[in-house]
């Protein structure tokens, strides 16, 4: 079973430029949830799809978007690109149950996305 | 609100000694899940054990163990006669309610031969 797919690996973006960063959940996962991780903040949570909808959605700008198609592939957008974006992004996909039932969340290795 | 502490930001042990790394969550939920993950140097965080609100049972799992105690809202893990490959960061992270994860800072542990 193919785990968490994450592309591109790494990235290299100019101040302003907007980005798109790709996840494809393992198969079945219909939760697809994306992480930013740094040096001073941690890993802090960014959103959550499922269904194609916002389920959930962290204490980030709105230049931070994303979005789920059908087949639960999810992108994230990050426009006007700001130094402070430089991260590694994590994608993480569980299968959510329905309710109050919070399955384990599976990561991908990430996207290390670098603003200069 | 929830909060997770990781109190211990590095540890350094020997091969084979035995280790335990503390977790504390702060929650004011009754139904809540606690993680713990591993981050080696590739980067993706590697899933160890989920544990809901309402068990408290010890678990082990080969070298791995963890104990849960509602009562001091503490959720350790202890590696038993530690390796090398258990270099890594790990993670405690909390949720409620809503799906996504709360972390705290992390755990370096280094494992020296």
């Known amino acids: 079973k193919a785990g968490v797919t994450q592309t591109p690996r790494y990235l290299i973006k100019t101040r302003g430029q907007q980005v798109t960063l790709s996840c494809s959940p393992i198969?079945?996962?219909?939760?697809v949830s994306w992480y930013q991780q740094t040096p001073g903040q941690g890993l802090q949570f960014l959103f959550e799809y499922f269904s194609e909808t916002q389920r959930n959605k962290g204490n980030f700008p709105g230049r931070f978007s994303g979005r789920q198609f059908s087949n639960s592939r999810s992108e994230m957008n990050v426009s006007t690109l700001e130094l402070g974006d430089s991260a590694l992004y994590l994608c993480?996909?569980?299968?959510?149950?329905?309710?109050?039932?919070?399955?384990?969340?599976?990561f991908g290795q990430g996207t290390r996305l670098t603003v200069v | 609100a929830q909060k997770v502490t990781q109190a211990q930001t590095e540890i350094s042990v020997v091969e084979k000694e035995d280790v335990t790394l503390d977790c504390v969550y702060e929650t004011r939920d009754t139904t809540y899940y606690l993680f713990w993950y591993k981050q080696p140097p590739s980067g993706e965080l590697v899933f160890l054990i989920r544990?809901?609100?309402?068990?408290?049972q010890n678990e082990i799992s080969g070298r791995y163990s963890w104990n849960f105690q509602k009562s001091t809202s503490s959720f350790n893990f202890t590696i038993t006669a530690s390796q090398v490959v258990d270099s890594a960061v790990y993670f405690c992270?909390?949720?409620?309610?809503?799906?996504?994860?709360?972390f705290g800072a992390g755990t370096r542990l280094t494992v020296k031969p």
């Open positions: 198969s079945g996962h219909r939760s």
């Open positions: 544990r809901n609100s309402f068990d408290e």
């Open positions: 993480a996909s569980s299968l959510f149950l329905g309710g109050h039932t919070n399955t384990e969340a599976f």
């Open positions: 992270a909390l949720s409620e309610a809503s799906n996504d994860m709360r």
